[in-house]
């Protein structure tokens, strides 16, 4: 899938001094934004963590309780 994430050449403005608790919220409602612009179906593969740590420019953790959040919601 080549989401927005990878077009965009400028990562987000997730600031190091957030807490981390607060990270992965912001970082949920980025992947969120993203999800709905890109129109990906459920089942869609979206990339790995590892992946999207390096273009929002978090740790991989960050984006997997992010990930988590989402995925229990629905």
Same mark, same amino acid.
């Given at each position: 899938?080549?989401?927005k994430l /990878? /077009?965009? %050449? ?11 608790r607060?990270?992965?919220? #912001?970082?949920? %409602? ?10 990906? #179906?459920?089942?869609? #593969?979206?990339?790995?963590?590892? %992946?999207?740590?390096? /273009? ?14 989402? %995925?229990?919601?629905?």
């Amino acid at each position: 899938m080549n989401t927005k994430l /990878q /077009q965009s %050449e400028s990562k987000p403005n997730f600031s190091a001094s957030a807490s981390s608790r607060n990270l992965h919220i #912001r970082v949920r %409602e980025e992947i969120l934004r993203d999800i709905i612009a890109s129109g990906a #179906r459920p089942g869609e #593969r979206f990339g790995t963590e590892t %992946e999207l740590a390096q /273009q929002l420019n978090v740790c991989r953790n960050t984006v997997r309780k992010a990930m988590s959040q989402l %995925e229990n919601e629905g």
